[in-house]
C-alpha cells in the first residue's frame, strides 16, 4: 500500500500564508496534484503537477515540492478558501493513486 | 467549456450490480487517462479506479478490484465503471474525472 499523509487542519487570519504539506515517499519521483473541496461540492484542481496553476484559480494559490514533501501555498488567504484540500498523487509503480486524508483549512 | 455528467447512481441492495456512466464533452477524451474516485459520507476523498487512453491499462484500490471493472468508449467520449457485488461501503459519491476535470458526481447508497 502506499499513504499521503497530510495534517487534519491548517488555521490562518485573513491575508496569512497558509502552508499545507503533503508527504509521500514516492514524492520525489512522481507529481502531487492538489484540490480543494467546499462543503457539498466537487473537488476543483488549484495545483498540477506540483507548481502547476490552472488559469482559473487566483495567483494567491501555489505549489512547491522538495524531496518527499509536496507543499500548497496560499498567500494572503482569505475567508472564501475555507475548504478541505487533499494531495493526490501514485506510488512509484505508477499503479496505485492515493489521495492525502485531507485537510482543513480555517481563515478566521 | 468542459463537462463530465456522471450518472447510474442510486440505492442498491448488497450484493447487487450497477453501471455507472461518465458522458464527456469538450474533452479531449480519447486522449486521457480517466479516473473513477469516491467520497463516503463525512469522509475523504478516496481513489476507485483508472483507465489508460486506450482502454488496455487499469488499476484499481484494493477494496474494489475484482468487483468493479472500469471500460471507456473513446468513440462516444464515455467513461463507465461496472460495480458488482456491492457492499455497504461502497456507499458514497462517485466522480469520474482526469486530474484536470471533474464531474458532480453521482451518489451510490448501498443496504442491506
Known amino acids: 500500500s502506499y499513504e499521503l499523509t497530510q495534517p487534519p487542519s491548517v488555521s490562518v487570519s485573513p491575508g496569512q500564508t497558509a502552508r499545507i504539506t503533503c508527504s509521500g515517499d514516492?514524492?520525489?519521483?512522481?507529481?502531487a496534484h492538489w484540490f480543494q473541496q467546499k462543503s457539498g461540492q466537487a473537488p476543483v484542481l488549484v495545483i498540477q503537477e506540483d507548481t502547476k496553476r490552472p488559469s482559473t484559480i487566483p495567483a494567491r494559490f501555489s505549489g512547491s515540492s522538495s524531496g518527499t514533501v509536496a507543499t500548497l501555498i496560499i498567500s494572503g488567504a482569505q475567508v472564501e478558501d475555507e475548504a478541505d484540500y487533499y494531495c493526490?498523487?501514485?506510488?512509484?509503480?505508477?499503479?496505485?493513486?492515493?489521495f492525502g486524508g485531507g485537510t482543513k483549512l480555517t481563515v478566521l | 467549456e468542459v463537462q463530465l455528467v456522471e450518472s447510474g447512481g442510486g440505492s442498491f441492495q448488497v450484493g447487487e450490480s450497477v453501471r455507472l456512466s461518465c458522458a464527456t464533452s469538450g474533452l479531449a477524451f480519447s486522449t486521457f487517462w480517466m479516473h473513477w474516485i469516491r467520497q463516503a459520507p463525512g469522509k475523504g476523498l478516496v481513489f476507485v479506479s483508472r483507465i489508460s487512453t486506450d482502454g488496455t491499462v487499469t488499476n484499481y484500490a484494493d477494496s474494489v478490484r475484482g468487483r468493479f471493472v472500469i471500460s471507456r468508449d473513446n468513440a462516444r467520449n464515455t467513461l463507465y465503471l461496472q460495480m458488482n457485488n456491492l457492499r455497504a461501503d461502497d456507499s458514497g459519491v462517485y466522480y469520474c474525472?482526469?486530474?484536470?476535470?471533474w464531474g458532480q458526481g453521482t451518489r451510490v447508497t448501498v443496504s442491506s
Open positions: 493526490y498523487s501514485t506510488d512509484s509503480t505508477d499503479s496505485l493513486w492515493v
Open positions: 514516492a514524492l520525489p519521483k512522481k507529481y
Open positions: 474525472g482526469q486530474v484536470g476535470y
